[in-house]
Structure formats: structure tokens, C-alpha cells
């Protein structure tokens, strides 16, 4: 196909998408065994904003970048934000991190400790603090907290505690600010999770209003969960905040979007075309929520952008009048092939078209590869914390 064979509404979506990058995606990472080092990574979230921008002006639809508190702390927030919107980059979302001090050893906001838990709500007032000086439109909250062994806390306690602080927190957003809530069934408590699943994510955003919403990370389900279903249930509701895109094969591993199961990724982007979720004021942020531990990070983030844009295409290509009528029809097979000859369809030369219509680079990888940004930031990145 080329970009002919897209509607004019399609083709609209496609040049208006947008996927906001983690700026941790650019540092090293590792897993709890080693973290690995690779030369020419960022020294400072300024230099993390320089890679996402250049990510940006290779393929086009990556102009925010996620912000994670306090690995991106700045002492001018201000100077932060500018240098970001002289490269075409805004903040987008504001990440808590109460998972690395020993105090939330036995949880955060859902600690038994009052102490613990003021400390943990008032980390999340400095965030929305973070959200005001940068422009950032939304705070987003993962948290750690579980337990290990049936009986070491009590799970309905602290359902209470976390509804608790949730709205101490939620009180203090502007209007113009909005909570996301992720969940993830196990990982670092491996007994219980206190926000396992997105119905208890959801129920806590139903108590707390209409600015709070659910955030899914594609990474967070046991094996064989049908995720777009719960995409399907959460935008009829009206409460997917945003995506956290990336792909798995076993556990919460972050690697690279559409890596591990493209069809997945598909199936997922062709709720959000039939529910006309993908115009960027739909009120869904797509995000990354990944790690480069051995490939080079700044290809690993083009790849993943246009991984999504390739999905994207596959879905907006779906012949949903077709569909419909094979569904009307009780055609089980004819409407599976719908969908299916969509997913089969080589996309690659239609957004080469429509990255040359915008003046963007046909193959952004190539590119950049030919480009001498990594001997260049290799060179100049040196000393400092990478
Ligand atoms: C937790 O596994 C998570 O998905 C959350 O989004 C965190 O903020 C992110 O990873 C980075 O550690
Ligand atoms: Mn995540």
C-alpha cells in the first residue's frame, strides 16, 4: 500500500502520532546482576533531553520525553524546560520513585508507619511541584509495595492507607493536572502487590475523580493475559490514562516494543484506532517504559518508536467496514482474515513516503547510524555520572 490507500483521516492520525520517550531509557541499566556501562550515555537529564531530541528529528514523533524523580532532579527546573523547548521537547510526565529508600522497605503509601507514609505522600507533593515548573501535565505512580508472606501485613489495611494518601495527593493537582496509576501483578513483592491488576487501579481512580486514570505497562501481566482487552474495557470507561509500551518474554524484562510478540502490539493499536483513541486529544498518552541493557540506547528508542508507528500503520490500514460486516455476518474466519491480512501488510514503504512528505530522514536508523552522533557524544561524554 502507500499512503494513497489511507483515508484522509488515517493519514491524519498517522502524521499526528506521538509516543513520549523515559529519559532513564538513555542512561545505563542493568538487571539486579550488573548494570552494564556504555560509552556516551547522558551525565545529566539535559543530556538525556539532547538524545530524545535527536531521536525526535530522526523519525518525527517523539517531542516529550517522561521525567523520573528524583534520577532527574535539576536545580533550575526552569533552565530544564527551556532547554528542552528549544529542541522541540516538552515535559510530559512526571514519574514518583518511592522504590529505592530504605524507609519504604515495608511500603510507601500504603506503610503502617504514619511517619513513612506522610514522607512518601509529601515526595509526590515534590513531583507535582516538579509538574508546575516544568509544564508537566501529568504524575505518573508505580509503586513497590507488596509483602513477601501471607499474614505479614494486613492487604485490607493497607487498600485503606493507599486510598488515603491517593487522595492526599490527588488534592493537591491542578486542575490542569492528572494522576496516572500503574499497576503490576508481582515484582518486588512477590506474595502480594498492593496495585496488582487495573481493576484495583481503577477503583482507586474512581474514588479519587475524573483526573485519575489507569496506566498500563504492557510488561505488568502474567503470561497469556489478553491485553487488549482490558485496552477495549478501559477506554469505554473512559479511564486509560497512558501506555507504558515495551515487550516481555518472561517477567517485567523492558525490552524493546513489538520485539517479542508484533501481533500483540497490533492487536493492542487496532482497539485504539476502532475506539478512535489515537487522535493526540484522546487523552491516552502512548509512552515508553523501557531499557537499552545491551543494545545502544538511542537506536533502541528509534526502533521502538517506529515499531509503534508500524502497528499504527498496520491498524489504521484494517478494512473496518469489511470487519463489520463479517462480524454481522457470524463470518468467524472472514472477519479473523480482516484483521490478520492488516497485520501481514509490509508498512515499511508507506511511512517511508510519509516520513519524506515531512521532510523526515526515509530510514531515521540509517541515518542516525551515518550520522556521527554517537562518535561524537562517545568523545564529549567523558568523566562526570553517566
Ligand atoms: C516498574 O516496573 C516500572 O514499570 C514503573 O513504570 C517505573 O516507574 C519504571 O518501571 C521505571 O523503573
Ligand atoms: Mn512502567
Given at each position: 500500500?502507500?499512503?494513497?490507500?489511507?483515508?484522509?483521516?488515517?493519514?491524519?492520525?498517522?502524521?499526528?502520532?506521538?509516543?513520549?520517550?523515559?529519559?532513564?531509557?538513555?542512561?545505563?541499566?542493568?538487571?539486579?546482576?550488573?548494570?552494564?556501562?556504555?560509552?556516551?550515555?547522558?551525565?545529566?537529564?539535559?543530556?538525556?533531553?539532547?538524545?530524545?531530541?535527536?531521536?525526535?528529528?530522526?523519525?518525527?514523533?517523539?517531542?516529550?520525553?517522561?521525567?523520573?524523580?528524583?534520577?532527574?532532579?535539576?536545580?533550575?527546573?526552569?533552565?530544564?524546560?527551556?532547554?528542552?523547548?528549544?529542541?522541540?521537547?516538552?515535559?510530559?510526565?512526571?514519574?514518583?520513585n518511592v522504590f529505592q529508600d530504605e524507609d519504604?522497605?515495608?511500603?510507601?503509601?500504603?506503610?503502617?508507619?504514619?511517619?513513612?507514609?506522610?514522607?512518601?505522600?509529601?515526595?509526590?507533593?515534590?513531583?507535582?511541584?516538579?509538574?508546575?515548573?516544568?509544564?508537566?501535565?501529568?504524575?505518573?505512580?508505580?509503586?513497590?509495595?507488596?509483602?513477601?508472606?501471607?499474614?505479614?501485613?494486613?492487604?485490607?489495611?493497607?487498600?485503606?492507607?493507599?486510598?488515603?494518601?491517593?487522595a492526599q495527593i490527588y488534592a493537591h493537582l491542578?486542575?490542569?493536572?492528572?494522576?496516572?496509576?500503574?499497576?503490576?501483578?508481582?515484582?518486588?513483592?512477590?506474595?502480594?502487590?498492593?496495585?496488582?491488576?487495573?481493576?484495583?487501579?481503577?477503583?482507586?481512580?474512581?474514588?479519587?475523580?475524573?483526573?485519575?486514570?489507569?496506566?498500563?505497562?504492557?510488561?505488568?501481566?502474567?503470561?497469556?493475559?489478553?491485553?487488549?482487552?482490558?485496552?477495549?474495557?478501559?477506554?469505554?470507561?473512559?479511564?486509560?490514562?497512558?501506555?507504558?509500551?515495551?515487550?516481555?518474554?518472561?517477567?517485567?524484562?523492558?525490552?524493546?516494543?513489538?520485539?517479542?510478540?508484533?501481533?500483540?502490539?497490533?492487536?493492542?493499536?487496532?482497539?485504539?484506532?476502532?475506539?478512535?483513541?489515537?487522535?493526540?486529544?484522546?487523552?491516552?498518552?502512548?509512552?515508553?517504559?523501557?531499557?537499552?541493557?545491551?543494545?545502544?540506547?538511542?537506536?533502541?528508542?528509534?526502533?521502538?518508536?517506529?515499531?509503534?508507528?508500524?502497528?499504527?500503520?498496520?491498524?489504521?490500514?484494517?478494512?473496518?467496514?469489511?470487519?463489520?460486516?463479517?462480524?454481522?455476518?457470524?463470518?468467524?474466519?472472514?472477519?479473523?482474515?480482516?484483521?490478520?491480512?492488516?497485520?501481514?501488510?509490509?508498512?515499511?514503504?508507506?511511512?517511508?513516503?510519509?516520513?519524506?512528505?515531512?521532510?523526515?530522514?526515509?530510514?531515521?536508523?540509517?541515518?542516525?547510524?551515518?550520522?556521527?552522533?554517537?562518535?561524537?557524544?562517545?568523545?564529549?561524554?567523558?568523566?562526570?555520572?553517566?
Amino acid at each position: 500500500p502507500t499512503l494513497a490507500d489511507l483515508s484522509p483521516e488515517a493519514l491524519s492520525l498517522l502524521r499526528t502520532q506521538s509516543i513520549e520517550l523515559p529519559s532513564w531509557a538513555f542512561g545505563n541499566s542493568g538487571t539486579r546482576f550488573r548494570v552494564f556501562t556504555t560509552a556516551g550515555v547522558p551525565r545529566d537529564p539535559f543530556e538525556k533531553i539532547d538524545d530524545v531530541a535527536e531521536v525526535h528529528r530522526l523519525t518525527g514523533i517523539t517531542p516529550r520525553v517522561s521525567l523520573h524523580i528524583p534520577w532527574d532532579k535539576v536545580d533550575d527546573y526552569d533552565r530544564l524546560r527551556r532547554h528542552a523547548e528549544d529542541q522541540g521537547i516538552t515535559i510530559g510526565t512526571i514519574n514518583s520513585n518511592v522504590f529505592q529508600d530504605e524507609d519504604y522497605k515495608l511500603g510507601s503509601l500504603t506503610n503502617a508507619d504514619e511517619r513513612i507514609r506522610a514522607k512518601a505522600v509529601a515526595h509526590h507533593v515534590e513531583c507535582i511541584d516538579i509538574m508546575r515548573a516544568t509544564g508537566a501535565p501529568a504524575l505518573k505512580i508505580w509503586l513497590a509495595d507488596g509483602t513477601n508472606y501471607p499474614g505479614q501485613d494486613s492487604i485490607r489495611e493497607r487498600q485503606d492507607r493507599l486510598a488515603d494518601s491517593l487522595a492526599q495527593i490527588y488534592a493537591h493537582l491542578g486542575e490542569d493536572q492528572q494522576l496516572v496509576l500503574e499497576y503490576k501483578f508481582f515484582e518486588p513483592a512477590f506474595y502480594h502487590t498492593d496495585v496488582p491488576d487495573w481493576g484495583t487501579s481503577l477503583v482507586h481512580c474512581l474514588a479519587l475523580g475524573e483526573r485519575a486514570k489507569v496506566v498500563l505497562d504492557t510488561g505488568h501481566h502474567a503470561p497469556g493475559t489478553n491485553i487488549e482487552f482490558i485496552v477495549a474495557q478501559l477506554l469505554r470507561l473512559g479511564r486509560l490514562g497512558a501506555f507504558d509500551f515495551n515487550s516481555r518474554f518472561y517477567a517485567d524484562d523492558d525490552l524493546i516494543v513489538g520485539s517479542a510478540d508484533p501481533y500483540q502490539l497490533f492487536r493492542i493499536m487496532n482497539e485504539i484506532v476502532s475506539a478512535g483513541a489515537l487522535a493526540p486529544d484522546s487523552g491516552v498518552n502512548f509512552m515508553l517504559d523501557q531499557c537499552h541493557n545491551l543494545e545502544e540506547k538511542i537506536p533502541g528508542e528509534i526502533r521502538s518508536a517506529t515499531n509503534v508507528q508500524e502497528s499504527t500503520a498496520k491498524a489504521l490500514l484494517v478494512d473496518r467496514e469489511a470487519l463489520a460486516a463479517a462480524q454481522r455476518a457470524g463470518d468467524v474466519l472472514g472477519a479473523n482474515d480482516v484483521l490478520t491480512a492488516a497485520f501481514s501488510t509490509d508498512v515499511r514503504p508507506l511511512l517511508a513516503e510519509l516520513r519524506e512528505s515531512q521532510g523526515l530522514p526515509v530510514d531515521p536508523m540509517k541515518t542516525f547510524l551515518a550520522s556521527g552522533y554517537l562518535e561524537r557524544v562517545r568523545a564529549e561524554r567523558v568523566g562526570g555520572d553517566a
